[in-house]
């Protein structure tokens, strides 16, 4: 808020309807040795004006993806998002609405997530679909619980080591106390080597996590590693590329029992990293065991069509024992956008969106490496991005000197993968031209030169 206009005597009149004499007394159950026993380290007060010019200096101190060519990738991309999509987002019905607890009574917003949920199925060729959950990375760490669940096997869950790095954290984390390996398999040549693999898996296997395209940007090759799975009883959790569909396999193409995604591609912007989207989809024998809600359509007594939530396994419906996850809320706003940007592209859209980041990613890969100085870290086909290794080793110096001259180039892996530390993953969307393109190159190129 711009503005809080709560005065001392506001503030006092809610601590009287309340029952207390003063903010203190509310923080009187924290245990003295936990709170700060001296004032805050702020500096003196300024002025509303003092203050508006004090954070746009800060503000200033940062380079977004307006005013340089953003080559940055990584997990959020900069795709173009047509205006549509925020004339729709941004209207009130939408952008103010939250999570209908009076479902049927949010007749507007229901069948805005069923007709998200209807899209993303015919996007992925999966069965059933949510109406959203957090984000990627929970997402993924929620379908690791639902593979556990649904398999009844609390062995291991393989994950490659061309999984998003903070996914694989996010699913450490929600499998700390559950007592279930979690496999990270390691891939020095980009993509999973499916012998390496079946030699990991066995019958207390409950999932494999498989990202396609992969975080290096390779493609992998799905349908094996989705058979040595099934044959294995234990369920493919795919990771997919929303706009990777426009021209490669669909999830449930190549047999994925459970398909997630980063929805930030699909009509939102970069802004920090988030709010995103997280997509969730499953085939129809697990539809019981999905988190989040699920929207179905019926008639009402009257015989007009309506919409409903649906197996209702949320902790905030029933028993918390009985549910299958606490997720107790959606990106409903951020789905509406999906819906509206991939209506507005359609499959041909889609399909033109997905080939010029494809050709532009493998212009500029080829253009980078006609310079001795640079060289592909991996040979594996790429569809967005591309990891490229700096015989300098100066992937920093590479960095700054792109930011100077106007370009956020791409992503050090030095980050999450200390053996690649003098590697960059760049990615390279429709959005960037030609221009851009050889402008980086030349940039890069020159680093370092006199």
């Known amino acids: 808020m711009p503005y809080l206009y709560n005065t001392p005597e506001d503030r006092q009149a809610m601590l009287e309807s309340i029952g207390v004499q003063s903010i203190d007394e509310l923080f009187a159950p924290i245990p003295d040795d936990l709170k700060l026993a001296r004032p805050l380290a702020l500096p003196p007060a300024l002025s509303e004006l003092e203050l508006d010019q004090h954070l746009g200096e800060l503000a200033a101190q940062n380079t977004h993806a307006g005013q340089a060519a953003c080559f940055l990738g990584g997990g959020s991309y900069d795709h173009h998002i047509p205006a549509v999509v925020d004339a729709i987002g941004g209207r009130s019905e939408f952008y103010t609405s939250y999570t209908p607890y009076q479902a049927e009574a949010s007749q507007g917003n229901l069948q805005a997530m069923f007709e998200y949920q209807s899209l993303i199925c015919r996007l992925t060729g999966m069965a059933i679909s949510n109406s959203s959950l957090y984000d990627g990375a929970s997402s993924t760490a929620e379908a690791v619980l639902m593979a556990i669940s649904s398999t009844r096997r609390t062995g291991k869950v393989i994950v490659p080591s061309s999984l998003h790095p903070e996914y694989r954290q996010t699913i450490a984390t929600y499998l700390e106390n559950l007592g279930v390996e979690l496999v990270t398999l390691p891939c020095p040549t980009g993509v999973v080597d499916t012998d390496q693999l079946a030699s990991a898996v066995d019958d207390q296997t409950a999932a494999i996590v498989l990202q396609q395209p992969n975080f290096f940007g390779c493609v992998e090759d799905a349908e094996p590693i989705a058979k040595l799975a099934h044959d294995n009883g234990a369920l493919l959790i ?74 209702q396994t949320r902790e905030q419906h029933i028993r918390r024992d009985k549910a299958t996850s606490n997720v107790c809320s959606n990106q409903a706003l951020f789905a509406v956008r999906a819906s509206v940007y991939l209506a507005q592209l359609g499959p041909q859209g889609l399909k033109e969106t997905a080939n010029l980041c494809l050709q532009k990613t493998h212009y500029l890969a080829d253009k980078l490496c006609e310079n001795d100085r640079f060289s592909m ?74």
Request: proline residues 6%; neutral net charge; hydrophobic residues 40%.
């Open 238 to 311: 795919s990771v997919f590329d929303p706009i990777s569909l426009g021209i490669l396999k669909r999830p449930g193409e190549y047999g994925a029992n459970i398909a997630v995604a980063e929805g930030q591609t699909l009509g939102t912007p970069m802004h920090y990293g988030g709010p995103v989207l997280g997509i969730m989809t499953c085939d129809d024998k697990l539809v019981r065991r999905m988190p989040g809600r699920v929207v179905g359509e019926t008639n009402d007594r009257r015989g007009n069509r309506c919409f409903v939530l649906t197996l």
């Open 377 to 450: 870290a991996f040979t594996a086909p790429t569809f967005k991005e591309f990891v490229v290794r700096d015989a300098n080793g100066r992937v920093d110096e590479l960095v700054k000197t792109a930011l100077d001259a106007g370009y956020l180039a791409g992503v050090p892996m030095s980050t999450w993968y200390p053996e690649l530390d003098d590697c960059l993953l760049i990615a390279v969307t429709e959005k960037r031209t030609k221009a851009e393109m050889d402008g980086l190159v030349a940039v890069l190129c020159g680093a370092g030169k006199p």
